[in-house]
């Protein structure tokens, strides 16, 4: 098994910027990519980012926030970062981590970006 832990949303005026971060923990050994999906209430759960840690520099985005978010990751710690500039109103969702292991996808428990003035 593996478990993701989330952090970083919040609260944030359009325009500003998050930080969200997504540790893996247990049975890591694998788990070959990990990224980023949103949820927005009414909507379908959507791909934001995710990248292949096996591969440096494989990373995919959404259109809607390329030029906008950096995906990255830290393979000694097991963590994936998402870096979310210049956020607009319509960012606002609850992100979940994912992480792909064999034919198995892993999800967090989802952390809120809310992004108002």
């Known amino acids: 098994q593996v478990q993701l832990v989330e952090s970083g949303g919040g609260l944030v005026q359009p325009g500003g910027s998050l930080r969200l971060s997504c540790a893996a923990s247990g049975s890591i050994s694998g788990i070959y990519t990990m990224g980023w999906y949103r949820q927005a209430p009414g909507k379908q759960r959507e791909l934001v980012a995710d990248i292949t840690l096996t591969i440096i520099g494989s990373t995919n985005y959404a259109e809607s926030v390329k030029g906008r978010f950096t995906i990255s990751s830290d393979n000694a710690k097991s963590t994936v970062y998402l870096q979310m500039n210049s956020l607009k109103p319509e960012d606002t969702a609850v992100y979940y981590c994912?992480?792909?292991?064999?034919?198995?996808?892993?999800w967090g428990q989802g952390t809120q970006v809310t992004v108002s003035s």
């Open positions: 994912i992480a792909k292991k064999l034919t198995v996808n892993y």
